[in-house]
């Protein structure tokens, strides 16, 4: 295993609070006629709206529901079939055609 000499030690020692201070020195000192914004309370809990349970449905008639549309495969057709295309921005077929 390598370590370094002492010497390099005792530079790094005496050269750490150089660096610290360097860092930490403001280049700006404040002038005493310069007045700071008085800062502004906002609370964290502006705008909370407590819980409130939902309406839910019975989930013996969610599931005769479902049985009857044809189940959980009516609903995997449903999600391979294509997006249809929404009809604001289809023309209609007899809507007459912009002329250039």
């Known amino acids: 295993m390598f370590k370094p ?14 660096v610290a201070a360097a860092q930490t020195t403001d280049p700006t ?4 006629n310069t ?6 309370y906002r609370s ?3 705008g909370y709206q407590p819980y ?6 019975n989930w013996k008639e969610a ?5 009857r549309i044809g189940g959980w495969r009516v609903y995997a057709k449903e999600a391979r079939q294509p ?3 929404d009809p604001v921005e289809t023309p209609a077929k ?5 002329k250039p």
């Open 5 to 18: 000499p002492l010497a390099h030690w005792l530079v790094f020692m005496c050269a750490l609070p150089v």
């Open 44 to 46: 964290a809990l502006d």
């Open 63 to 67: 599931n005769d529901t479902a049985g």
């Open 83 to 85: 997006q249809a295309p």
């Open 35 to 40: 007045q700071a914004e008085p800062a502004k």
């Open 29 to 32: 000192p404040a002038t005493p």
């Open 52 to 57: 409130t349970d939902e309406k839910t449905a």
């Open 94 to 98: 007899n809507a007459p055609q912009a």
